[in-house]
């Protein structure tokens, strides 16, 4: 059991996913598009406490784009603005995982996102009575092992995503076969219909699962996300917040940026007695060279 004083101790790791793949602007105005929308979003997100920004790739008209092309301008647009390390995802559905990961190989960010295991993925409109979206997102140990490896060789660090508690010994047989060593980075994404329901008795057996000297974040989507940052906190977890999984910084108040989500998150951190780890203080928590 860790001691209160212990949790109180550790800097908070806030990451800031920045624009995802499926919100358009008629959801959200404040959803970045173009690379010089998602490095001016990048800044805000720094300048309000972030050390760590998560991206999608967008092309000018908002539709999702995996192109190398479009991924090398956003890092660019990013780096020139601020010091913020860059997280790159790998998740789609129905797109080869060779091109899941090519701009991981050839750009290489410090973080890489890679997911845990297969799942059914929806979204359903109780109000409709049927699913918004309904997909089954394919993550086979072969296809792991492929991203595990490809992230290994290029020096990015993996950030392990886990959509239910089952996905946290995924990383078990990789860690035996001597393909990745620790000190491990996972990701817990919850309220996601198909994986873990968001809950703080669910973070917690999740958290409990991951090998000793890991670290840890938790995803909350949508309107549970404040819940599960408070509940992260408090269990002494890294947090994510940004326009990707919850638009909203109060209930019926929709955030302006990504910068007005970070400073709450950045808020409760200091009012919970935790305070956010600098871009330095987190390359030093996540094991990243340089």
């Known amino acids: ?53 998560h991206i999608h790739a967008r092309e000018d008209d908002g539709s999702p784009s995996h192109r190398v092309e479009v991924y090398g301008e956003i890092m660019k647009e990013v780096r020139k603005r601020s010091p913020v390390l860059i997280n790159f995802s ?100 919850m309220g996601v219909l198909g994986g873990v329901p ?6 917690a057996a999740m958290a409990e699962q991951i090998p000793e000297g890991s670290i840890w974040e938790v995803i909350g989507i949508s309107h549970v996300q404040w819940l599960m940052i408070a509940s992260a906190l408090a269990l002494g977890g890294n947090i994510r917040v940004g326009l990707e999984d919850n638009f909203y910084v109060a209930p019926n108040v929709m955030a302006k940026s990504n910068g007005d989500l970070v400073e709450k998150a950045v808020r409760m951190a200091r009012d919970t007695g935790r305070e956010p780890a600098t871009v330095e203080e987190a390359k030093s928590l996540l094991s990243l060279a340089g």
């Open 1 to 53: 059991m860790t001691e209160p004083e212990s949790i109180l101790a550790r800097k908070v790791i806030v990451t800031c996913a920045l624009t995802g793949v499926a919100a358009t602007r008629k959801q959200c105005p404040a959803i970045p598009y173009t690379p010089a929308e998602i490095g001016e979003e990048a800044r805000r997100a720094y300048e309000a406490g972030a050390s760590v920004v």
């Open 90 to 189: 790998t998740g789609a559905v129905e797109v080869p995982k060779e091109e899941r990961v090519r701009h991981i190989t050839e750009l290489r960010p410090e973080i890489g996102a890679l997911n845990m295991g297969s799942m059914n993925y929806a979204k359903y409109n109780s109000t409709k009575k049927g699913f918004v979206f309904n997909w089954v997102f394919e993550n086979s140990f072969d296809t792991i092992q492929f991203f595990l490896d490809a992230m290994v060789k290029s020096g990015v660090k993996p950030e392990l995503e886990c959509f239910d508690v089952g996905h946290c010994y995924n990383i078990r047989p990789f860690l035996d076969m001597g393909l990745v060593k620790g000190p491990l980075q996972f990701s817990f994404i």
């Open 198 to 203: 968001a809950t703080a008795k669910n973070l």
